[in-house]
Structure formats: structure tokens, C-alpha cells
């Protein structure tokens, strides 16, 4: 029997989501122990919507997996709660069709950015990138809308990163502002690895009035070569996975 299961975690002592050689701690790696341990040491591997990187944290994260156990839904979720670190946790588990992936049937992600310009708070700083520094927001602003539409983001992408085709559609791209703290929100078809680092890293750069708003569009449209601005992984959050109602049995 196929399921989806819907997670959160705080992903600051971990090296990312999937799993990883030389023992590395991943969260992939904790879920699959405890669903193999669950079922009898026959290993269980889980597929998800995506790969997160080291520090990224979720609120919304899901896989699918494939276990043939006679198991009611709650008491599957309440073993595997059980059998992991209190930084991961299972929020939901539902029977999918056995076609279903949790990666390529998936029809939209939502991640949130989080930046404090004020004061250093050592409460949120595995979660709020501690920045210190006033931007100009309205430059901002005007800058992350470039990114809304189906682009080339190759320019957006870590180096060693190769991939067959580097587009991809954002649906929805917005800055909130609460107090001193700025949430960058986006949310597309899929992202590729560090790719909203770079672009809020790159919208940084505008706050900071080094380039124009129009240097996002430039970047689009490949005129401006090799300009990365990756910033730290512990703002970075996925918020949620949407999928079609008609790929799963509800």
C-alpha cells in the first residue's frame, strides 16, 4: 500500500533532507530507520516532494513510501513519531493511489525566507537570518515581481548544478513586512538547489541600493553572467506541498 505523508522539522542540526554517505545525519535517513524498524527490518524507502538543504527547515515537507502492513493510519503515525528525533515530526499520513510520487505529481510549493533587520535575536536565529542592516524594501518590492512568470533561472542556481533545463514557473512572488522582520514568499512549479537562496540573496543586494530592480530581469533574460548571491540556509523555510485532489484516495 502506497502513502503520502505530510512532516515538519527544524533542520539546523541536520546536513539537509536527503540522505547522504559518511554517516552524515539527514532527516531521510531518520524516517526510513524508524519505517524500517516499524517493519520488522525490511528496509522502507521514502520519495519526497523535494530536497531541502542543510539548516532549511519545513512545516510542509512530504514523501510517499510503500509499506504493506495491517496498520490504522494513527497508529502508523504515532510509531514513526516514536521512533524519531523530537526535531522531525509526522503531521499526517493518508492511503494515495499506488501511481501517486510525491515529487512529480506535486502542482505547487510555498517557501518563506526570513529576515531580521533589527536587533540580533538569539531566540529565532536558527530560524530568522540575524541581517542587522535597514533595506530599502520598496526597491525590494519592485524587484521580486521580475521573478513572477515562466523563466530561466540558471543564473539563480549553485555552480555545480546541472540540469537539462533550468525553467521553471513562479506563480507568486511577495515580501511581508512585521516589525523589523521581512518574510520573502514564493511559490512556483518546483525550485532547483539554492535557488531561492540566491534570488533573496540577490534581492538583498538591491535593499542595499547596489543594483537596480531591473537587475533581476537582466538576470532572466541571461545578460548578466555568474552573479550569485547565496545567503545562509537557516531562513529558509517549505511551507507547503499542494497535489490535484484526483491523485489521491480521499
Do not use: W
Not at 554517505?21 to 517493519?39: D, F, R, S, V, W
Not at 511577495?174 to 512549479?189: A, C, P, R, S
Not at 538576470?219 to 545567503?231: A, H, P, R
Amino acid at each position: 500500500m502506497r502513502y503520502l505523508m505530510t512532516f515538519c522539522y527544524n533542520g539546523s542540526k541536520y546536513n539537509g533532507y536527503q540522505r547522504q554517505p559518511g554517516g552524515l545525519k539527514t532527516i531521510q535517513e531518520e524516517l526510513e530507520n524508524a519505517l524500517t524498524y516499524i517493519n520488522g527490518g525490511n528496509f522502507v524507502e521514502i520519495f519526497a516532494s523535494g530536497r531541502t538543504d542543510k539548516k532549511v527547515h519545513a512545516l510542509g515537507q512530504t514523501a510517499h513510501f510503500d509499506l504493506d502492513l495491517d496498520i490504522s493510519l494513527e497508529k502508523l503515525k504515532r510509531a514513526i513519531n516514536s521512533n524519531i528525533s523530537k526535531d522531525i515530526h509526522v503531521i499526517n499520513i493518508q492511503i494515495v493511489n499506488s501511481n501517486f510520487h510525491a515529487r512529480y505529481d506535486a502542482i505547487s510549493k510555498k517557501y518563506i525566507y526570513s529576515l531580521n533587520m533589527g536587533e540580533y535575536n538569539p531566540l529565532e536565529k536558527d530560524f530568522v537570518l540575524q541581517y542587522g542592516k535597514k533595506l530599502n524594501i520598496d526597491l525590494m518590492e519592485k524587484a521580486i515581481k521580475y521573478f513572477v512568470g515562466k523563466h530561466n533561472f540558471q543564473l539563480f542556481v549553485g555552480g555545480d548544478t546541472k540540469k537539462k533545463s533550468y525553467e521553471r514557473e513562479i506563480f507568486d512572488a511577495y515580501i511581508d513586512k512585521q516589525g523589523e522582520k521581512l518574510n520573502f514568499t514564493f511559490i512556483g512549479d518546483g525550485f532547483m538547489q539554492y535557488q531561492i537562496r540566491n534570488m533573496v540573496g540577490t534581492l538583498i543586494k538591491i535593499g542595499q541600493k547596489k543594483f537596480l530592480p531591473e537587475k533581476i530581469k537582466s538576470m532572466l533574460e541571461g545578460k548578466d553572467k555568474n552573479l550569485i548571491y547565496c545567503i545562509d540556509g537557516c531562513g529558509l523555510k517549505l511551507v507547503e506541498v499542494k497535489y490535484e485532489s484526483t491523485f489521491l484516495d480521499l
